[in-house]
């Protein structure tokens, strides 16, 4: 049960910008989805979908009111959701309510998706026109040479000119110091 759409999923959210939440949501319904039929069809529960973001949520209890974590859980699943739906990687087909689960369609068309008003507004590629193009090409500007520097085994640069070693910090070593203050 949905490990070729698993695979589908994954390759979908390389061309598509998922947020966090979404990928886990997207990732957990093709796993979980009946992808037997033409779309593959994901009707589990919402409590399905928080534990697949990675939040337990504890079961509701009839007159109490619904604990924080059951809230900000079932928030965080309707937020991926929306966003799935929006980019129309999923396609909801029954709506729950009364003790029914809705029922949804995985689509994962990137086509249709880099289609959609949310794929727009997400879309993060940067866009270059033609003229500019050509212009980047034509007036690149050449390497400049750099001078490079012998280096020993202890990592200082021994300069062209025969100056004293340098470490890479830029500063001269304990024992040339000190037969300098000898010399002196």
Known sequence: MGANLVGRAIAYAVDVPLRENEYRLLVGVCHTALDDGQPPR???SREAMALALGRRIPDAVTGVPDPPERVAGLKAVKVAMKGLT???ALRR???GGHGRRAEFEVILDVARTQQTDAFKAR???PTMTAAEARRRRAGGTAAVPVEVLPQSLLGDFRSTDGVLPQSPS???GIQEQQQ???VA
Do not use: A, C, S
């Open 42 to 44: 994901y009707f589990d």
């Open 86 to 88: 929006d980019l129309q």
């Open 93 to 95: 087909t029954k709506t």
């Open 123 to 125: 879309d993060r590629r």
């Open 170 to 172: 830029g500063t001269r």
């Open 180 to 182: 300098e203050e000898q």
